[in-house]
Nanobody, 120 residues
């Protein structure tokens, strides 16, 4: 069983920056697509950003130009650099990662989330 642990959340003022990290608490694994989602209070979880094993990235329109996703495949870790934070970026941020096992379908695991609060 894979357990992903997020860190780096906190309270920041509008326009500030945060860097989120996500890595497995146990053994490193072969990761496929890795990503970040977020959930604001009373809202559904939404896509933020994703990165493939080859380094291709995709972002939600609301964060393009402000957020940057990166990964360290040797650590099965994924990062989210967030700049120019806005109040609407407030929420719980979750990472996910595909575990790739030869001969088996990929399995997606989720972290438990880290709170990001942007105050004005």
């Amino acid at each position: 069983q894979v357990q992903l642990v997020e860190s780096g959340g906190g309270v920041v003022q509008t326009g500030g920056s945060l860097r989120l990290s996500c890595a497995p608490s146990g053994s490193v694994f072969n990761a496929g697509v890795m990503g970040w989602y977020r959930q604001a209070p009373g809202q559904q979880r939404e896509f933020v950003a994703a990165i493939t094993s080859g380094g291709a990235t995709n972002y939600a329109d609301s964060v393009k130009g402000r957020f940057s996703i990166s990964r360290d495949s040797a650590k099965a870790a994924v990062y989210l650099e967030m700049n120019g934070l806005k109040s609407e970026d407030t929420g719980v941020y979750y990472c996910n990662s595909q575990k790739i096992t030869l001969g088996r379908p990929p399995v997606t695991y989720w972290g438990r989330g880290t709170q990001v609060t942007v105050s004005s």
